[in-house]
Nanobody
Framework: HVQLVESGGGSVQAGGSLRLSCATS????????MAWFRQAPGKEREGVAT???????IYADSVKGRFTVSRDNANNTVNLMMNSLKPEDTAMYYC???????????????WGQGTQVTVS
């Protein structure tokens, strides 16, 4: 049974920072792409950052230079450090893992329940 559990969301003022974490179990996450997506009310879900098993990273243009994704393969976790947060970063953030093509396209089989980030 694959589980992904996000933590670390919350409310912060613009310019502040938050660190999201996603713990996975029931899956060999080290061999798969892991990623963070977000969805704001009334908007489509969008990819934020993807990290491959070899450490290759893709960021959305909107977060480049502000967000940093990392993974701990030994503990099957993926983290997202978010700095210089803006109100437009407000969204529900989800972690996901799967084969890279599925992750990049947003068609992953495995998703967490999400953690809310609110920037005011």
């Amino acid at each position: 049974h694959v589980q992904l559990v996000e933590s670390g969301g919350g409310s912060v003022q613009a310019g502040g920072s938050l660190r999201l974490s996603c713990a996975t179990s029931g899956y060999t996450a080290s061999r798969r792409c892991m990623a963070w997506f977000r969805q704001a009310p009334g908007k489509e879900r969008e990819g934020v950052a993807t990290i491959d098993s070899d450490g290759s990273i893709i960021y959305a243009d909107s977060v480049k230079g502000r967000f940093t994704v990392s993974r701990d393969n030994a503990n099957n976790t993926v983290n997202l450090m978010m700095n210089s947060l803006k109100p437009e970063d407000t969204a529900m953030y989800y972690c996901t893992l799967d084969q890279c093509p599925e992750v990049v396209s947003g068609a992953s089989k495995f998703w967490g329940q999400g953690t809310q980030v609110t920037v005011s």
